[in-house]
């Protein structure tokens, strides 16, 4: 259920942030009426908003959300993405001892295949941490783990092009 509620969503995130909101917070209505407190589908729509709301620079709004979601989730890709939120918005405020300590659930090589996005945005975020803290060589050597996930995981994926020049 996750795959096309998730594609949707991931596709209007994209580019229209206020409609991915409006959406998921409309699945998560549909949720509560059903009384599914602690549904995986719940945390997703929770995960899709924290980002949403993180994307609209609106990172102190998107962290108590994002950390419930990590907290709460027993779904790997939802709480890796979440984990993605949290630790931007840790970033952001210039926490970086909360930044390196947000968890982050290892996936299996078939997950990895999957969610090739959240691993790659988890590196990146770990390069611009080491880069505000002027560890350019960690930073250099985290950037480029991030530009080789997907080539990795899904094969033809041309990000290492643009990586090769950073």
């Known amino acids: 259920m996750r795959a096309p509620i998730g594609g949707r969503l991931g596709l209007s995130l994209a580019l ?9 917070t409309d699945i998560e209505g549909d949720i509560a009426a059903m009384r599914l407190p602690n549904s995986d589908l719940l945390h997703a729509c929770q995960a899709i908003r924290s980002v949403a709301i993180a994307l609209k620079d609106d990172s102190d709004t998107a962290l108590p959300l994002a950390q419930d979601c990590v907290n709460r989730s027993s779904d790997p ?10 630790r931007f918005s840790h970033m952001k405020a210039g926490n970086l001892k909360l930044f390196h300590a947000t968890p982050w659930i290892p996936y299996s090589v078939e997950e990895d295949r999957r ?14 941490a080491e880069e ?3 560890r350019l060589a960690r930073q250099m050597s985290t950037t480029a783990r991030a530009c080789g996930s997907p080539s990795r995981t899904s094969g033809q994926i041309r990000l290492q092009r643009p990586c090769r020049q950073v």
Not at 115 to 128: D, K, M, W
């Open 16 to 24: 229209r942030f206020d409609e991915a909101l409006k959406l998921a």
């Open 132 to 134: 505000r803290q002027i």
């Open 77 to 86: 890709w939802t709480t890796n993405v979440a984990s993605n939120v949290v």
């Open 115 to 128: 969610n090739v996005f959240a691993s790659v945005y988890r590196h990146c975020l770990n390069g611009l």
